[in-house]
């Protein structure tokens, strides 16, 4: 079974980070909040924020927050429209410049958090792991685990395995590394978020390539 990495810093060091960092962002970035929230009240109506439950360290079941990127339309029988009929040009917007994952600084401020490491996912995913993949909780989830290799294919499997190597490699260096390549996609921004309408995980999809899918 693939062991989270223990050092100074993993255990010391990276929260201490986060810290400051996130604490140091949300004062910073406050105006945009402010923005955000109020577009967000034009665009999407109440509530501006939104709430999940998402399994963190060990499992543990925490409240993130994001803003919201859809509507809450609903066909005829009261059921939700799909995904990619309730993303508005708005939310592709921040999909796109990541300003969706903003309120997570706060997730990462009181510790359920961390600026790098496996994203967080749904709750309904848990039993579908593999045991090998179950150690992608073994660190707190994060904004991001980005690639730091160029990869051909984008499958569940090739998300739950970067996430083994990073709990495995983790590392002040690996950090910066992938913290630099978060902001040059925030800077830039990503076309494959902005439209990001992944199928979901179903234990038997490990192999099914996101991008050519493009499915969520």
């Known amino acids: 079974m693939p062991k ?5 810093y993993t255990i010391f060091v990276k929260r ?3 810290i400051v960092l996130s604490s140091t962002a949300i004062i910073m970035l ?6 955000l929230s109020v577009l967000e009240l034009i665009c999407h109506g109440r509530p501006v924020i939104f709430a999940q439950e998402r399994p963190g360290l060990n499992g543990k079941i925490f409240k993130l927050y994001k803003f919201r990127s859809m509507t809450e339309e609903r066909d005829d029988k009261g059921v ?8 508005t040009k708005f ?3 921040l999909r796109k410049l990541s300003l ?4 997570e600084l706060f997730c990462i401020l009181k510790g359920d958090m961390s600026i790098v490491g496996p994203r967080p996912l749904h709750i309904r995913y848990l039993p579908l792991y593999s045991k090998r993949h179950r150690a992608r909780h073994k660190v707190r989830p994060g904004l991001a685990c980005v690639p730091l290799k160029p990869m051909k294919t984008w499958t569940w499997n090739d998300q739950f395995e970067n996430d083994i190597w990073y709990i495995e490699n983790c590392s002040f260096l690996v950090d910066v590394k992938m913290m630099t390549a978060m902001a040059k996609e925030a800077i830039y921004g990503s076309d494959y978020r902005a439209g990001d309408t992944r199928r979901e995980f179903n234990g038997r999809n ?11």
């Open 30 to 35: 406050s105006p945009l909040f402010l923005i």
């Open 4 to 8: 989270a990495r223990k050092t100074i």
């Open 100 to 103: 969706d994952e903003l309120p």
């Open 91 to 93: 939310g592709r917007m």
């Open 206 to 216: 490990l192999y099914e390539d996101a991008k050519k899918e493009g499915n969520t």
């Open 80 to 87: 939700l429209l799909p995904g990619e009929q309730r993303v």
């Open 16 to 18: 201490l980070l986060d």
